[in-house]
């Protein structure tokens, strides 16, 4: 049944969610009955708003009724509360894993979907349709930065977002990083303006290159275009970005043979934002590049990172050594499970 519910998940997360809530305010009143919807929201420790759409769902459904006394459970909401019990007992348990995969990696939030992305059946579909989902969840109404890196995996979230996202909300996407030299559809620049032409939002590029040498690196500084764009990553509120194994990403992006020989002397096991670190999160080499800095999630209220598969497990476990604690990480079951056994 665990593994049930994790598909199901991946094909529609907002089924679960929905799912969990309406069975705790059925629950609630169970528990509380007679009940009106200001003691039951403090009860659950949730919104009256959420309480008053949830319940004027159950109630269209018979499975609570309404008075001046207030909210009762009908028998036909008793009995879906038996049967639902043992089936939300499970969902706990998925739940459980994937706070514990949260608190041993030391971070706010973990989604977890079914399957190993890095299989060779593996697909990046359900991570991208979770994260699609939180940003859903946590984008706040009004005006959001969102800067975005480069990748296959978050390109994939870029393909699934629809203009639902934008609903009371406006969107500026922005790249996080300069980065001219990877392939075109998984530049930053690219990503972020499919994101922004799916959702109806808005979107800047940064053209630069992959690689600077110093000199050219503090010049660009300079440049009215650049130092614009750079002024509106600096005030992104969200990030979305991927986890990259270090030699892979040192062949992807060119590196010399005498670089990538340095990396694997000195054991880097991934790479994101230009950082290449052991399996202890150690920095072992860092390539400048305009934009966003590790040290600079901190003050990014929501930070999520999108990586999984068994082979990125070792990367994503050294990466959360560097991470800011508030990060959300959407990863698959091959990557978890390796984490978990570490």
Known sequence: ???????????????????????????GVATLQPVG???????????????????????????????IKGMQITPAGERVLR??????????GR?????????????????????????PTGSLGGMAEATKQVLADRLPNGASTVAVMG??????????????????????????RGGIGESPTIQANAVSAQMAQRTNGKFRSLFVPEQLNTAT????????????????????????????????????????AHVIADLSAAHAVGEAFGYFFDNTGHVVSKFPRIG?????????PLVIAVAGGAEKG????????????????????????IVLKK
């Open 314 to 337: 070792t990367a994503i476990a050294a990466y959360m050594h560097l991470a800011p604690a508030q990060t959300w990480l959407v990863t698959d079951d091959g990557a978890a499970d």
């Open 151 to 176: 990748g296959h995996t978050v390109a994939t979230v870029a393909s699934v977002l629809t203009p639902s996202l934008s609903v009371n909300r406006d969107l500026l996407f922005v790249p996080a």
């Open 37 to 67: 919807r200001r003691t039951l929201a403090t009860h659950l420790a949730c919104t009256e708003r959420t309480v008053r759409t949830t319940t004027d769902a159950l109630a269209t459904l018979g499975f609570i009724q309404m008075s």
């Open 217 to 256: 690196y503090k010049s660009l500084f300079a440049e009215p275009a650049i130092h614009e764009v750079l002024q509106l990553i600096d005030q992104s509120t969200v990030v979305i970005h991927g986890i990259g194994q270090a030699l892979t990403m040192a062949k992807r992006r060119g590196m010399s």
């Open 292 to 300: 966003l800095d590790i040290a600079d999630l901190a003050e990014k």
């Open 95 to 119: 739940q459980q894993r994937e706070r514990e995969l949260a608190q041993k990696l030391g971070i706010a939030n973990v989604t977890i979907v079914p399957g190993d992305s890095t299989a």
């Open 1 to 27: 049944m665990q593994d049930d519910w994790q598909w199901v998940e991946a094909i529609m997360p907002q089924m679960v969610t929905k799912l969990t809530s309406r069975y705790r305010v059925l629950q």
């Open 83 to 92: 049967g639902l019990t043992p089936v939300m007992d499970d969902l706990a």
